[in-house]
């Protein structure tokens, strides 16, 4: 008998909390659905007065309204203040990028050979990459400059003349 007291009040435990639980379901349902054509008509009213009270736009840029008490320099502090986080964020990641490519090459660094590669494209050292350079002329020491004078014979004259007189009219032109 004692068993079946406990099974029928367990029983009508779970059925109250159940009765509870459906019975707050049916109240908010039925507030809600009550409530529902009020909050459909204050919504359409308020959009409908956003609307007239939206400043016409001339172009394409976004028009700002003020809403509530505060000052222009209020809002041109929260304006700087984003610009500002735009700037560091940007900043940012410019900087973690730089960072991880300079990460990657210092770990990849140490596995790479040079030697092989010098090796590889016949390379000894920079000295033998400037020593045969195809414009480089042999007796000047300034930029490479050909000059060509033609006459009624159309001759040429030799760059080598040409600099050898550049050399005696600079020597001459410094002792004066």
Do not use: W
Not at 41 to 67: F, G, H, T, W
Not at 139 to 158: L, W
């Amino acid at each position: 008998m004692r068993e079946n007291s406990n099974n029928d009040n367990i029983i009508n435990k779970s059925l109250s909390t159940l009765g509870g639980i459906f019975g707050c379901i049916g109240r908010t349902t039925v507030r809600y659905v009550k409530n529902f054509p009020n909050k459909a008509v204050n919504y359409a009213k308020r959009k409908i007065n956003e609307y007239k009270r939206k400043p016409p736009r001339e172009d394409i840029n976004k028009v700002y309204v003020l809403v509530g008490y505060t000052t222009k320099a209020h809002i041109d502090a929260r304006y700087n203040a984003e610009r500002f986080m735009i700037i560091l964020r940007k900043g940012l990641l410019l900087l973690i990028f730089v960072l991880i490519l300079l990460i990657s090459i210092k770990a990849v660094l140490p596995y790479v050979n040079i030697d092989q590669y010098q090796h590889m494209f016949g390379i000894e050292g920079v000295d033998e990459l400037t020593q045969n350079d195809p414009f480089a002329n042999p007796g000047m020491t300034g930029p490479a400059v050909n000059v060509v004078e033609t006459t009624a014979a159309s001759e040429v004259t030799d760059i080598a003349s040409v600099t050898e007189e550049q050399t005696t009219d600079e020597s001459d032109g410094s002792s004066e």
